[in-house]
């Protein structure tokens, strides 16, 4: 962004320096005037179409940019051929040093950037005062006094604005990072309570048979089914086994109340799913997205909101609405970079094949929430 502002502010410098340029074309040589307008003002456009292009190609054009101008300015010394203008004129080029710092603030490390601003406008204002028809030294030093300080105010926010961006950066990575060691967490938590689940309704209760002496047949066949479900959960079958109508709705239910106990479940079940199966994987999506949508109608709508879950289940088709009457919001508002929706809701379910998002809302109507997956293969 800061690149392609830099492009324009370029293009409407060489607009109003046009005349002035032209004017002042007969203080140097022939070739000094077309080649300095083409090398700096060039440079500055090449800047704004590097902008697309990468950050490395940016960068690089920044540098070019920079440095052109300090050598376009350098070579008018050589050639001026010793005409000189009235006092109260400037040199074209003088117009604008500030800009050429602020793309090498773009390249470069903050006290080079600086560094290029003297040495930029030190350039200019002596060329400046050399061709006036005064002496040299005549109100040299405010006017570098002024000139320096005027660009230091835009290059400081320039510096500023671009450390701002990096640390947000490094902050949206640090944050994605420590999410997704969190979502590691409640996993390996959640692993955790499946595996002591396991052991509490598998393993102690066949041993508990065991030592009453409980039947041979019931007892062998209990531990067989045990000693299953545990190479189940060791080799991580047991998480691609396919599931029913019944048991979709059961575990949709089941997330929607244990973020909020008291809401209202419905739970619709399409007759032509008899001994329609469904996939974990979008089973799993939709109801963490579900939970998802639900504890943030729980932290935003209001303490006097009233929430409803409609989950209705087709074959090869799960649609899930969540709605409340809430205060509501704009949802083209929200940060692209706030977890709950963004990341939780809309980028699980995007991420999920055939899966979709929906989020209707406004100031004081309230909230719909519409999650469904599709099999794409269907």
């Given at each position: 962004m800061f690149a392609r502002f830099l492009a324009i502010g370029y293009a409407c410098y060489l607009a109003l320096l046009a005349p002035q340029i032209v004017d002042q074309s007969v203080l140097t040589a022939v070739w000094w005037t077309p080649v300095a307008t083409v090398a700096i003002f060039g440079s500055?456009?090449?800047?704004?179409?590097?902008?697309?292009?990468g950050e490395k190609r940016m960068r690089q054009a920044a540098t070019i940019s920079a440095l052109t101008y300090i050598v376009a300015v350098a070579l008018w010394f050589v050639a001026w051929n010793d005409t000189v203008i009235p006092q109260d004129q400037s040199l074209w080029f003088t117009a604008f040093p500030g800009v050429t710092s602020l793309a090498a603030a773009v390249a470069w490390r903050p006290r080079q950037a600086f560094g290029h601003m003297i040495l930029?406008?030190?350039?200019?204002?002596?060329?400046?005062?050399?061709?006036?028809?005064?002496?040299?030294?005549?109100?040299?030093?405010?006017?570098?006094?002024?000139?320096?300080v005027f660009c230091a105010v835009f290059l400081s926010a320039a510096v500023v604005g671009l450390g701002t961006g990096r640390t947000l950066d490094e902050t949206i990575v640090a944050t994605q990072a420590a999410a997704a060691a969190a979502a590691a967490a409640e996993a390996r938590n959640a692993e955790r309570e499946r595996f002591d689940a396991l052991v509490h309704d598998r393993v102690m209760s066949t041993l508990l048979a065991a030592s009453r002496r409980a039947p041979q047949d019931s007892l062998v066949q209990q531990a067989e089914r045990t000693l299953a479900e545990l190479d189940e959960l060791r080799q991580g079958t047991d998480r691609n086994t396919a599931l029913d109508a019944t048991a979709v709705v059961a575990r949709l239910r089941s997330a929607a109340t244990e973020a909020d106990e008291d809401i209202a479940f419905t739970g619709r079940i399409d007759p032509d799913c008899d001994g329609t199966s469904f996939p974990p994987g979008p089973v799993r999506a939709t109801a963490a997205a579900l939970a998802e949508a639900v504890r943030n109608s729980l932290r935003h709508a209001g303490d006097d909101a009233t929430r409803t879950v409609e989950a209705e289940v087709a074959p090869r088709c799960i649609a899930v609405q969540i709605v409340d009457d809430g205060r509501g919001f704009e949802p083209n508002a929200v940060d692209p970079h706030r977890l709950g929706l963004e990341v939780s809701i809309r980028g699980r379910m995007r991420r999920l094949p055939g899966g979709r998002v929906v989020v209707q809302s406004a100031p004081g109507e309230g909230t719909r929430v519409l999650l469904s997956w599709r099999d794409p293969v269907a």
């Open positions: 500055g456009a090449a800047l704004g179409i590097a902008s697309f292009r930029a406008v030190g350039l200019a204002q002596s060329a400046n005062h050399l061709v006036r028809d005064a002496p040299f030294g005549h109100f040299l030093v405010p006017d570098l006094a002024f000139a320096l």
